[in-house]
Structures are given as C-alpha cells and as structure tokens.
C-alpha cells in the first residue's frame, strides 16, 4: 500500500459526458501528479500540482483540468469525453525534495467511454 | 515522445533463470526510478538511483546507474514466477519535477 487513494476504482461513462477523479496523497507529500495510462501511449504525465498551486504541465488536453485543494487532495476534471479518453489513470504524490523525485502511484481509476 | 528507451520489450524465461532489463537516453537525468507494474494496478517503487555509477541491490534484484546518468539496468538472478509483471523505468531532471517513463518491459517467469 503506497498511502495514496484514489476513487473511483471504475468508472464506466457515455462520450460527451464529464466524470471528476479523485485523490488523496500520501499524509506530508505536497505534490501530486496526474498521469494517463493507456495501451499505446504508455504512462504519459498529463500535470502536477505542488501545495495548490499548478507547477507543471504535460500532455493535458483542454478539455481534462485540475485543482488541488487546501487539504492537498486533487481532482482531475475530464470533460466532452471521448471514446479515446478510456484508460487508466493514476495520482502519485511525493514529498518534492532534493535530488531524488520518488513519486508513489496510486490504484489508478480505470475510466472506460462507451 | 518517449525519451526512454525500454529493451526488451518483452521477456519470457523459466524460473531460475537471469534476466537484464535495460533503460537508454539521450538525456542526463538528475535521477531514475524503477517501478513494476502488476496489471490494474499502480506502479510500485522498487528503487532511486541518482549518482553516476551507481549499483544498488534489492535481494535477487540488482540495479545500475550508469556512469553517464543516461542508462540504467536492472538485473534479476533466479527469477521467480513472483517476479512476473511490467518493469517501468523512469526519469526526472533537476529542475522539472514530472516523470517521464519508458514504455516498459513486460517480463513472464515460467514455473
């Protein structure tokens, strides 16, 4: 157990339709990441947030946003969903410190678009 | 884009064999992470290496950084079917803090 949640652990949805993710990082880590997994991208970093405010930003869509809150847990937004947008997604969270970027995953969400 | 390269894509051995796993680029990354990943599930962190030259060693599992901080391996001696999943190697720079992730090795220890 890395002491990250995430939930839902499924999540089955229409295209056109907007669903939110959630996540709580691990108790003192004050970044969280948001990445997309799928089958022919692989693990892609979409953005990460660092005490509540926006620090960077990957390969997000306009349609996906973000926030993280005061008590440092973060939402991912996907809307006008899309059949392609079915894949699994995961939170990580790291304490963002030194040398070393130990980021610990969450279960994931596994969103499918029907 | 992947600035990762992951070989072998795929491996499949008995159990009680070795198996190398290895991790190029064309960047110098400040450090590198090896996670596996078991299927629908969260990678899991195995190890940090962060200096050039680097080995560090996990029970049967066997990690190098190499001098360059371009290129990793991963070494398993006596692999057991336990071992089996996807071994994720991925890397961050000094001063941008997201991962980014080779394509990953997906590794099937026989019994």
């Not at chain 2, 992947?2 to 499949?12: A, D, G």
Request: charged letters at 15%; one cysteine or more.
């Amino acid at each position: 157990d890395s002491g990250v949640t995430q939930t839902p652990k499924h999540l089955i949805t229409a295209t056109g339709q907007r669903v939110t993710l959630r996540c709580s990082p691990r108790s003192g880590d004050l970044s969280v990441y948001w990445y997309q997994q799928s089958l022919d991208q692989g693990l892609q970093f979409l953005i990460q947030y660092y005490n509540g405010e926006e620090r960077a930003k990957g390969n997000i869509l306009e349609r996906f946003s973000a926030q993280q809150f005061p008590d440092l847990h973060s939402e991912l937004n996907l809307s006008s969903l899309e059949l392609g947008d079915s894949a699994l997604y995961f939170c990580a969270s790291s304490v963002t410190s030194g040398r070393t970027n130990e980021q610990f995953f969450g279960p994931g969400t596994r969103l499918t678009v029907l | 884009t992947q600035l990762l390269e992951q070989s072998p894509q795929f491996l499949s051995i008995q159990e009680g064999e070795n198996l190398t796993v290895y991790c190029n680029s064309s960047s110098v990354f400040s450090s590198l992470q090896w996670y596996r990943q078991e299927p629908g599930e969260g990678p899991v962190l195995l190890v940090t290496v962060v200096t050039g030259g680097e080995v560090k060693k996990l029970k049967r599992l066997t990690f190098q950084f190499g001098d360059a901080r371009k290129d990793s391996s991963l070494h398993i001696t006596a692999a057991q079917p336990g071992d089996t999943g996807l071994y994720l190697c991925a890397g961050s720079y000094s001063n941008d803090y997201k991962l980014s992730f080779g394509a990953g090795t997906t590794v099937t220890v026989r019994a």
